[in-house]
Every structure is written in structure tokens, then in C-alpha cells.
């Protein structure tokens, strides 16, 4: 983290988890003189941070998964450039946190190890080794439900799964991504976190997340694979999801492992596109 | 395709639904909130005030709900077991046709 950030802690302070997110906020604005903003104050005063949010970029530091710094983020409409999960951290780490309020010395050994990841510049928004692929165009289908259009590509070589994900297959490789019901769903996605390059997924293995103010959606893998590109414009912008989740808001390229034992469950255009008008008119009424 | 089959198995049949960890929940009904099928029932007045009332209304592979959880009380099956159950039971299937 090379240059000035501001960073939102959800300072919890009803679980360690949350309490190391206070601390880690506090030394990094004491030490290395970045910008605090105040989850509580900003509530009622947010003027007092909208200049520094507007001439920085934002790291959320989110204690545990309910993410309430994330979703105060959302709420205000601050425009996450960075963040990290004190208790998916902990997990990586292998360093289970205590139950009280009082942080031991595990503890203070998270906060060392995060502030130094913090430190090390292009940590926090996660950039892997993308590579540029190629952007294709498709022919589409639609289904309308009110206000909310529902598209989905015609082409053979694009296969379905159930879970609202797509595998555009080209010889031993696929472009993977989610479909308009999901993007539809979540509503604004605010946050993409890419599959780690060069990691071996299997077929409906999690292919990085997707959040926004509603949820954290998992991709699911399609395909068995090895990740040979990640679609670098999202951790920018990822909002290009909800533009378009086949074509400039798509999610992984894969080198394929299994493709032939995959496609047993797979599905075309066909079958998805019945199955998803039907979910949407079960979800939407 | 009914709505009670996922990859053309009946729904029943699959093992997938969210296990909750009552040494680590707190009742702060996030999972409830969040999800949309109905997957969860609160219970007000009793003790353990939330439980999983509608396994089969899960979607087979989904997560979501887990990710939503403060004290990390939601856990699921191996997606690799459960694909492979899957695969197993339409292998059936033909062979019976």
C-alpha cells in the first residue's frame, strides 16, 4: 500500500474479530499516516469524510463475514477500492482467534502479519498476473420480468449449470462467468475477488466471489480447469458484472482438466434458459 | 425439468443442505435474512431459536448463507462427494431404463 488510503474499519466491538479490524485501522492511520473514517461517526456526519473518500482510494477492513463495513460502504455509496476479512485472514493464516474481547498475543501477531501485507504495495486489491483475454460478442435471448431484463447467449459452444454460470468452450479452454440472474439478483456488485491464478478448480469448485450490498456470491466453476486468466477489469470495476456478464464482465479463463467427464452435467441454452425464467418468476413473482 | 430435481435428480435424493453449529451461533438471523428460499425457521421462544426447516428448498452448491455468517456457524458437504452422488445416481438411472 503504497500511496495515502482511507480505510473503514468495522470497528465490532462485540468480537475480536472486529476489535483487531479497530486496531489495524488505528496503527495503520497512526504509523503510517493514512486516513481514518469512522463507521459510527460517519453515520450522522458522513460531509466530514466525503472529501476524503472522494481524494482517496478506500480499504474496508470487514472484521467477520457479516461485512458491516462493506455494507455501510455500499450504503453510502463509497467506492471500495481494497479490503480484507480479519477472521478469513486469521483462517489463511492458521491462527484461530480468541473468544474474548482482550487481544493475546495470536492476536497481535494477525495485526503484525496484516499490517505488513498492508505495507506491500497492490496487496490489498489482490492483483494476480491477469492477462488480457480476447472480449467475445453473442446473440442473446431475453426474458423480462417488470423493469428487469434477463439475457442469456445462444451458441452451442456456451454450456450452462444450474447455479447460474457459464463455460464458453473453445478446444481445451473456457471462459467462465455468471449469468444475468445472478447479476440481476445481487443488485450492484461492488466487490470482485478473483480465483488465484494457476489454482486447480474442479467442476463446481468456487471460482472467487462476487459481493455487493446484498450478499457475497460465489462463482461456481462450470468446468474442471486450471486458471490461466483472470478478468482484470473487474477488481477496477467491477460493475461491468451488471453491464454485461458475458462479455466484458466475465469471470476466469481456464485451461481445461476433465472437459469430457464435465459436460455429463452440463446444460444448453435450451434447458437454462427454462429453468431460469422459471426461477425468476419464482423469485420475483 | 421439475422444480424438485437438480441435474435431473430428484432433489430428495441429494445431500445438500446447511449444518448449523450450535456451539457457535449467535441467533443474528443473517442466514434468514439473507436467504430467499426459506432454507432456515426461526424459532422465538425456544432456546435453540433457529433451525434448518427446509433442507431440500437449499440450492445444491450453494453457499451463500455461510458467507454471510458472523461467527462462521454454516457448513456444507463436499461439493466433490455431492457431484459425485450426483453422477451416481443418473448412472443408476440409465442402467434402470
Known amino acids: 500500500m503504497s500511496e495515502k488510503y482511507a480505510v473503514l474499519p468495522c470497528n465490532g466491538l462485540d468480537k475480536c474479530a472486529g476489535v483487531i479490524s479497530r486496531e489495524i485501522a488505528l496503527r495503520l492511520c497512526g504509523d503510517a499516516g493514512h486516513e481514518i473514517i469512522c463507521p459510527v461517526f460517519s453515520r450522522i456526519a458522513e460531509l466530514k469524510y466525503r472529501k476524503i473518500i472522494s481524494e482517496h482510494p478506500l480499504l474496508v477492513i470487514d472484521g467477520c463475514p457479516t461485512r458491516c463495513a462493506s455494507k455501510l460502504?455500499?450504503?453510502?455509496?463509497?467506492?471500495?477500492?481494497?479490503?480484507?476479512?480479519?477472521?478469513?485472514?486469521?483462517?489463511?493464516?492458521?491462527?484461530?482467534?480468541?473468544?474474548?474481547?482482550q487481544l493475546g498475543e495470536k492476536e497481535h501477531a494477525l495485526i503484525g502479519l496484516l499490517l505488513n501485507d498492508l505495507k506491500t504495495p497492490g496487496n490489498t486489491s489482490k492483483q494476480p498476473d491477469e492477462r488480457e483475454g480476447e472480449s467475445y460478442h453473442f446473440d442473446y435471448e431475453t426474458f423480462q420480468k417488470g423493469k428487469f431484463l434477463f439475457r442469456v447467449p445462444v451458441n452451442k459452444d456456451i454450456f450452462f449449470i444450474e447455479n447460474d454460470c457459464w463455460a464458453y468452450v473453445s478446444g481445451n479452454r473456457a471462459r467462465i462467468g455468471v449469468t444475468d440472474f445472478v447479476q440481476q439478483n445481487l443488485s450492484d456488485i461492488l466487490f470482485f475477488t478473483p480465483p488465484e491464478m494457476g489454482s486447480e478448480i474442479d467442476q463446481f469448485g468456487e471460482a472467487g466471489e462476487i459481493e455487493s450490498s446484498k450478499s457475497v456470491f460465489e462463482v461456481i466453476s462450470p468446468v474442471s480447469g486450471k486458471v490461466i486468466g483472470v478478468n482484470e477489469a473487474l477488481i477496477q470495476k467491477p460493475e461491468l458484472i451488471n453491464e454485461n456478464p458475458y462479455e466484458l464482465g466475465w469471470i476466469a479463463d481456464l485451461e481445461l482438466t476433465a472437459f469430457e467427464n464435465d459436460k455429463e452435467l452440463l446444460i444448453g441454452f435450451d434447458q437454462y434458459f427454462e429453468i431460469m425464467k422459471r426461477k425468476v418468476m419464482d423469485l420475483n413473482g | 425439468m421439475s422444480e424438485t430435481t437438480f441435474m435431473g435428480v430428484e432433489r430428495e435424493r441429494i445431500d445438500w443442505k446447511p449444518v448449523i453449529d450450535y456451539s457457535k451461533c449467535d441467533f443474528c438471523m443473517e442466514c434468514v435474512?439473507?436467504?430467499?428460499?426459506?432454507?432456515?425457521?426461526?424459532?422465538?421462544?425456544?432456546?435453540?431459536?433457529?433451525?434448518?426447516?427446509?433442507?431440500?428448498?437449499?440450492?445444491?452448491?450453494?453457499?451463500?448463507?455461510?458467507?454471510?455468517?458472523?461467527?462462521?456457524?454454516?457448513s456444507f458437504p463436499d461439493k466433490n462427494k455431492t457431484s459425485q452422488m450426483i453422477r451416481d445416481i443418473r448412472k443408476e438411472a440409465e442402467n434402470h431404463e
Do not use: Y
Open chain 1, 73 to 101: 460502504a455500499a450504503e453510502k455509496n463509497f467506492k471500495i477500492a481494497g479490503k480484507i476479512t480479519v477472521t478469513e485472514e486469521a483462517k489463511k493464516s492458521g491462527i484461530e482467534l480468541s473468544d474474548t474481547l
Open chain 2, 33 to 74: 435474512k439473507f436467504c430467499p428460499h426459506r432454507v432456515f425457521e426461526v424459532r422465538e421462544n425456544q432456546e435453540i431459536k433457529l433451525v434448518v426447516k427446509n433442507p431440500f428448498n437449499c440450492v445444491v452448491f450453494c453457499r451463500a448463507c455461510s458467507k454471510t455468517c458472523g461467527p462462521d456457524a454454516l
